[in-house]
């Protein structure tokens, strides 16, 4: 086993890794920078070190700084958690240079997948349907028109090296498409410091289906059961459950064997996501495969039992999985909300502040995935997420029920927070009936920021008993 692991991360996936670490008798180093100096895992780690100022530029995306921390404190692998450089390969590979195990796929394997053409072309080589689009990135907007009139409108430009819903603009028609192409491109370097586009077919009102991998360095490729992550909010998710309501057991074996081909094609090992549209129709089109831990890991946890986050140390040491297909069993049903320190009613605005007070939700069936405490700040330098609340029960009534439980006891005071819009989705009756998709939000966000509103009004005239 590995004996010593530098977290290149922060908030509550840093935790999440020391938790596994220490369970494992692996020793970690927590990196900070000078805005979380007063963090849970620059305390919670067995070392911890500041690699620099607040601006993710100049901490936790700063290369340099963090693989010398690694080789300063003797570290023998580096988890890179989700976002930040996760999924660079430039980085997983001075990780390997460096003498470091990267705890993650290979750097090329991360190159290969990265970019969204280029895995969207190893889809279709593995028999992995994909959605009608460019076979590779696009010169120009000129070759983009050509395109879409083939395709049909309305379409969706998509960065190569894209993620989390940055660098996409739709199309609904040849005019939209000069303006859409500029925004994209713009926003492709902006976050990726690469503009090349691609172009696909938008499949209208989709479920957005994904499939959890795990991989070892024996050739062993498992699927771990889907995530349903269609209530979205410009192509950010907000709540994904497990199993999907939308999946047959026939459709939802078909789709496992084709993730699990995608990932056996790309030579991947670790823990990883392929990600799917599934069409009105029934269809379901590969749209990328993310080479990391998802922050809606804990989802899949829960219906499997497995710790996602120790088998990855596990596969980073060398050993097998430790679970077979057969074995890999989901049991139950479980709800992920993501709490983020936002103002729905004021376009989802970043509200970073201090915690005043902060209570979270227990019992049985629920777990918390944080890394707040009262009296914490919240910087505004990062992502917005201070939480994530998750609930586990026998059917997905009862896991609804629970959650519903769980958001009525989680109380975060000293900035707005989604909570009570999450706690609204949970009694919509679309949702309750399971009779969602991706444009859930977009057609309900009015109607439910009103009743959020009216019940506000109705908690303030309330007079006490």
Known sequence: MLKRVLIANRGEIALRIIRACRELGVETVAVWSQADESSLHAQLATRSLCIGPARAADSYLNQDAILSAALATGCDALHPGYGFLSENPDFAARCVQAGLKYI??????????????????????????????????????????????????????????????????????????????????????????????????????PRHIEFQIMADTQGHVVHLGERDCSIQRRRQKLVEESPSKALTPALREEMGQAAAAAARAAGYTGAGTVEFVLAPDGRFYFIEMNTRIQVEHPVTELVTGIDLVREQLRVAAGLPLSFTQEEAAVHGHAI???????????????????????????????????????????????????????????????????????????????????????????????????????????????RLLELARTCDRLMDQEEPL
């Open 104 to 205: 993650g796929p290979d750097a090329e394997v991360i190159r290969k997948l990265g970019s969204k053409a280029a895995a969207r072309t190893l889809a279709q080589q593995a028999g992995v349907p994909v959605v009608p689009g460019s076979d590779g990135p696009l010169k120009n907007v000129r070759q983009a028109k050509a395109l879409a009139d083939q395709v049909g409108y309305p379409v969706l430009l998509k960065a190569s090296a894209g993620g989390g819903g940055r660098g996409m603009r739709q199309a609904d028609g040849p005019e939209d498409l000069d303006q859409a192409w500029q925004e994209a491109r713009a926003e492709a370097v902006a976050c990726f410091g690469d503009g090349e586009l691609y172009l696909e077919k938008l499949i209208v009102n």
């Open 336 to 446: 992920e909300c993501r709490i983020n320190a936002e103002d729905p009613a004021r376009d989802f605005m970043p509200c970073p502040g201090v915690a005043a007070f902060l209570h979270l939700p227990g019992g049985p069936g629920v777990r918390v995935d944080t890394a707040l405490y009262t009296g914490y700040e919240v910087p505004p330098y990062y992502d917005s997420l201070v939480a994530k609340v998750l609930v586990h029960a026998p059917t997905r009534l009862e896991a609804i029920r629970r959650m519903r439980r769980a958001l009525e006891e989680l109380i975060i005071e000293g900035f707005p927070t989604n909570a009570s819009l999450a706690h609204l989705i949970m009694h919509d009756p679309e949702f309750v009936r399971g009779q969602y998709d991706t444009s859930f939000l977009d057609k309900n966000l009015v």
